[in-house]
Nanobody
Framework: QLRLVESGGGLVQPGGSLRLSCAAS????????IGWFRQAPGKEREGIAC????????HYADSVRGRFTISKDDAKSTVYLQMNGLRSEDTATYYC?????????????????????WGQGTQVTVSF
């Protein structure tokens, strides 16, 4: 299993941007599906962006599509989540996740949370 450590969270005003990073160790991301999830207090965990590989489009939740972008740099073993146009409802703890690439679609990975490795989370607060 990979070890994942998120960073980049913080306080940002509505309309602002943040880029979250997720550093992976213990293996190469080349053969892993990756994802970003979030959980707000009192709410269920939500899969917001998942990627199978570079040859297929990522899946985005409706709540973030068009505003957030998932990417990875295999050479740096790092996964990113670029978040633009942030809203108060984006306030949550954000987690990255990874699992050995299988036949699941990117949507399956997000909807079903099919990941074995999880980070500890980073807090994002959107407020004035």
């Amino acid at each position: 299993q990979l070890r994942l450590v998120e960073s980049g969270g913080g306080l940002v005003q509505p309309g602002g941007s943040l880029r979250l990073s997720c550093a992976a160790s213990g293996g190469s991301l080349d053969f892993y599906a990756i994802g970003w999830f979030r959980q707000a207090p009192g709410k269920e965990r939500e899969g917001i962006a998942c990627m199978r590989d570079m040859s297929t489009p990522p899946h985005y939740a409706d709540s973030v599509r068009g505003r957030f972008t998932i990417s990875k740099d295999d050479a740096k073993s790092t996964v990113y989540l670029q978040m633009n146009g942030l809203r108060s409802e984006d306030t949550a703890t954000y987690y990255c996740a990874a699992d050995t690439l299988s036949w699941y679609s990117a949507r399956d990975y997000c909807i079903k949370g099919l990941f074995a490795s999880w980070g500890q989370g980073t807090q994002v607060t959107v407020s004035f």
